[in-house]
Nanobody, 124 residues
Framework: QVQLVESGGGPVQTGGSLRLSCAAS????????MGWFRQAPGKEREFVAG????????DYADSMKGRFTISRDTAKNTVYLQMNSLKPEDTAVYYC?????????????????WGQGTQVTVSS
């Protein structure tokens, strides 16, 4: 049974930082591309960042470039999202997802497994 468990969300002030973690189990972690998505109230789920399964290539949504960093620790089957210079518009539920394609995809429909989400709230 595949499980993705996110942690690390919470309240933070504008300009602050948070590091989200996603612990994966029940899948061949190195074979999967991992992605972070987010969904704010009343908005569609959007791609945040992704990292490929084999060579560690990364991709980011334009508004996150330079502020967010995705990484993975294959020994711990964990993917991280370091978020710096947070803004109120970053407030959302952040989801971890796994794609068997192994390649970073920005479309949520190409991810087969999802975590339960972790809330990030940025106050001004």
């Amino acid at each position: 049974q595949v499980q993705l468990v996110e942690s690390g969300g919470g309240p933070v002030q504008t300009g602050g930082s948070l590091r989200l973690s996603c612990a994966a189990s029940g899948l061949a972690f190195n074979m999967y591309a991992m992605g972070w998505f987010r969904q704010a109230p009343g908005k569609e789920r959007e791609f945040v960042a992704g990292i490929s399964g084999s060579d560690g290539n990364t991709d980011y949504a334009d508004s996150m470039k330079g502020r967010f960093t995705i990484s993975r620790d294959t020994a711990k089957n964990t993917v991280y999202l370091q978020m710096n210079s947070l803004k109120p518009e970053d407030t959302a539920v952040y989801y971890c997802a796994a794609s068997w394609t192994g390649v970073v995809r920005t479309q949520s429909s190409l991810y087969q497994y999802w975590g339960q989400g972790t809330q990030v709230t940025v106050s001004s």
